[in-house]
């Protein structure tokens, strides 16, 4: 099994080659690639030394599978010419998810829809993936009618300049900005751009893309997002309503059961999910659960994930592993 991981030098780039180290992925030969600024550079897996190499010296090397994480610009321009020469991609930008053409894929809820004429995956927003791997078993016992999410996503998220302009801000030194506004104690409702209705586009993503991997249109979700200085997960307050009513201990318990989730609510023992606990790991967790004491058939509920694991480099490696176990490679 030959890998290639596209963006390996990058913070999610490299994440992923740890996770495909430490899930033991089936790896023979890995092909870190990078864009030409850091062809020639070297990083290490599994303790062996592997020098950058270029797009088209990956290609040439005929990888049985390539993870991307090298943003959309990239993805469009070559995740095509990869699977063309008969190599499946796994892509962790926003390029390919809302293309009807292209599978969106979190492997708990919906790896049935892959096939092996499936060449160019896509990987979710991070966001998204955390809340619908919580979602799907109520969705699945109780039906989904509306969602509202507010989001409290993690300075990683933007990548290492946001973690410096953090630190930075934090050691009273002025350096580099990758935010308009200062991070550190502080919280900015403005995560990507803004569209013409008023949201920002990881806004949209989440909407969008939930009912595409939950495979329901009917799905009502708004959402509100939100970057806050942490590191080590995104954070998420979700308002769910149901179409039919539950019991909070069945809820716990689906939950408890469902691949993927940790259950985290004990508020007498001030047990609950948190981006600090949640850092490093590939599970999502969720907690506070409650009803909403305002209207019928609607609960409150707390989700907590490690953004560069589950929110990405986990879910493309989990993705991987699916498609070797089911012989789609």
């Not at 990758?178 to 991070?183: C, F, K, S």
């Amino acid at each position: 099994m030959k890998v290639a991981v596209v963006g390996a030098t990058g913070l999610v780039g490299s994440k992923m080659l740890q996770v495909l180290a430490e899930r033991n992925f089936p790896v023979t030969a890995i092909l870190p690639v990078a864009s030409e600024k850091s062809i020639g550079k070297e990083i290490s897996y599994r303790n062996k030394t592997y020098k950058v190499m270029g797009m088209q010296d990956a290609i040439d090397a005929k990888p049985d599978l390539a993870i991307f994480s090298a943003g959309g610009s990239t993805s469009l321009a070559w995740a095509p010419r990869f699977a063309e020469a008969g190599i499946t991609v796994i892509d962790n930008s926003s390029a390919w998810r809302m293309d009807p053409s292209k599978k969106l894929v979190v492997p708990e809820v919906n790896a049935e829809v892959l096939n092996a004429n499936d060449k160019i995956i896509a990987n979710p927003n991070c966001s998204t993936i955390q809340m619908v791997v919580v979602l799907k078993p109520l969705h699945d016992a109780y039906g989904i009618k509306r969602v509202v999410v507010s989001t409290y996503q993690s300075v990683t998220g933007t990548g290492v300049k946001a973690v410096e302009q953090m630190m930075n801000e934090r050691k009273g030194v002025q350096g580099e900005m990758a935010y308009r506004y200062p991070i550190d104690l502080n919280a900015i409702p403005q995560i990507d751009v803004f569209t013409d209705n008023g949201y920002t586009k990881e806004e949209m993503k989440m909407v969008n893309e939930t009912k595409k991997i939950m495979g329901d249109e009917n799905i009502l979700v708004t959402a509100t997002c939100v970057r806050i200085p942490t590191m080590g997960g995104h954070s998420e307050s979700v308002n769910i309503e149901f179409e039919k009513d539950f019991d909070l201990g069945e809820v716990r318990s689906l939950l408890s059961k469902a691949p993927g989730v940790v259950l985290q609510d004990d508020v007498v023992n001030f047990e609950y999910p948190m981006p600090l606990t949640a850092h490093d790991k590939d599970d999502t967790f969720v907690g506070r659960i409650r009803r909403d004491e305002t209207q019928p058939n609607t609960l409150n509920c707390w989700i907590v994930s490690d953004n560069l694991r589950k929110g990405a480099a986990t879910n493309a490696v989990q993705i991987a592993e699916y498609l070797v176990a089911k012989n789609l490679l």
